[in-house]
């Protein structure tokens, strides 16, 4: 099963920024919380993952709080293209398998 | 573009026939994961394979096997299809030994069957 908690769906003004919450309260302390995300019958999209320190790269920001019980993916301008199923997932490194949850659907409107 | 390839990208299949699907790993990695996602669900791990053998396994029939070539590339074998077999086909290519060994998905085979 998945140890996170996402909600369902999030609706987004384009132009905005899209903040995206987890909650993984029973996270230990060697996992790693990583974010993907799937566009309609596409493969998943690798967009950032993080131990403790906030992460940024070109897609995205990550920030984790101090406790690591739950994370924010922050899309800082979302376009009508980001529209997709967001994954949040903790997993152990060194070649651990995912584990998706149901995700939540990010709609950006325009 | 994540560099990791699937083929077919389509496929249609009856009830009791095999399927063999191929997957090229990302240039430089060396690991190769299968995920099956049924239709309005997220994908499920069905294997991973390491130097040619099989590492991990997750909660799937032995109907369902696996190969991994000298060359990273790998194949997921499906026998004695069932209805419930119909869904995305999923590759994940990986770098072992890396401590944060993210995986990269390819576009997925759809499989049907009939």
């Known amino acids: 099963d998945a140890k996170t908690t996402q909600p369902t769906s999030m609706d987004c003004a384009e132009g905005r920024a899209a903040n995206l919450p987890c909650n993984h309260s029973?996270?230990?302390?060697?996992?790693?919380v990583y974010w993907y995300r799937q566009i309609h019958s596409q493969g998943p999209q690798y967009i950032i993952h993080g131990l403790k320190n906030n992460e940024t790269n070109e897609m995205a920001s990550l920030i984790i709080t101090e406790d690591r019980k739950s994370s924010t993916l922050i899309l800082p301008h979302a376009t009508l293209r980001d529209t997709a199923v967001y994954y949040c997932i903790v997993r152990v490194a060194y070649g651990n398998k995912l584990v998706f949850g149901a995700g939540t659907i990010l709609r950006v409107k325009s | 573009d994540a560099g990791v390839t699937q083929s077919p990208t389509h496929l249609i299949k009856t009830r009791g026939q095999q399927v063999t699907l191929r997957c090229s790993p990302k240039?430089?990695?060396?690991?190769v994961s299968w995920y099956q996602q049924a239709l309005g669900q997220g994908p499920q791990f069905i294997f991973q394979y390491y130097e040619e053998e099989e590492r991990q396994r997750g909660n799937f029939p032995d109907r369902f096997s696996g190969h991994q070539f000298p060359n990273y590339s790998s194949e997921l074998n499906v026998n004695a299809l069932l209805l419930g077999d119909s869904a995305l086909y999923l590759c994940?290519?990986?770098?072992?030994?890396?401590?944060?060994?993210?995986?990269?998905f390819g576009p997925g085979t759809r499989l049907t069957v009939l």
């Open positions: 029973t996270i230990s302390g060697n996992e790693y």
């Open positions: 240039s430089g990695h060396d690991t």
């Open positions: 994940a290519s990986s770098l072992a030994g890396v401590l944060t060994d993210t995986q990269y």
